[in-house]
């Protein structure tokens, strides 16, 4: 994700709502720099505070808990990721269904690359964070998988059962590289699983 923006120093003429933004930002990216280094559980809002360099007052001025926090980081998390792979899937058009797959799949790996501490957010420490966080992350769980089925072209019900399989499969295999921070390890699930959907491809699994 995108550097935090900073305010200007002194008097400036951003509005309240402006500065609610950039506030939130800096909060939620602490949030996710935060629990990179000391997990959920043990990180503190005072660690975040740390980090945005953000008064108390400001924080509590947006968020209701470090859950509230927790869950702002959540969403842009997965709104980050959501973007990303809307960019692809619209460029994605051409080729066939392992083509699409290739590329989509790719860029899922390299959004989360580009950015190790919200992948672990979104992929580790939202376990930690307790049920509303769980269910968020089904919700995601369940987006994704919609938008593999649609750009497969699959519209059975086996076919998209499918791929939520698909779906939950991966993000099991990538949550190891993304916990111990080995963006390598991360990129390197990509070939093989890239394999396996062209041998489901050609087994007729995701036809129809």
């Known amino acids: 994700m995108t ?13 309240r709502s402006e500065v609610d933004r950039v506030h ?10 935060a629990m990179a280094e000391k997990g959920y559980v043990a990180t503190s809002v005072e660690d975040v505070l740390k980090r945005a360099r953000v008064s108390r007052q400001s924080f509590y001025g ?21 973007l990303h792979l809307q960019d692809t899937i619209r460029q994605a058009a051409v080729g066939d ?23 672990r957010l979104f992929l580790v420490e939202v376990y930690a964070a307790g049920p ?15 938008g593999l089925a649609d750009l497969m072209g699959v519209t059975g019900e086996t076919a998209r059962f499918a791929c939520q399989i698909v779906v939950s499969a991966v993000s099991t295999m990538v949550t190891p ?28 699994v995701l036809d129809g």
């Open 3 to 15: 550097e935090p923006r900073r305010l200007p120093r002194g008097r400036h003429a951003l509005s």
């Open 24 to 33: 939130r930002d800096r909060l939620c990216g602490a949030m996710a720099a």
């Open 62 to 82: 947006l968020f209701s808990s470090k859950l509230d926090c927790f869950m702002a980081a959540f969403d842009q998390a997965s709104e980050f990721l959501r």
């Open 97 to 119: 269904a392992a083509e699409r797959f290739e590329r989509a799949f790719t860029t899922y790996l390299e959004t989360l690359a580009l950015d190790p501490g919200y992948a």
């Open 132 to 146: 509303e966080a769980i269910r968020r992350r089904t919700e995601v769980q369940h987006v994704l998988a919609e």
């Open 177 to 204: 590289a993304v916990a111990e921070g080995d963006m390598e390890a991360l990129r390197a699930v990509g070939p093989p699983v890239i394999e396996h959907m062209r041998l489901l491809l050609r087994s007729g």
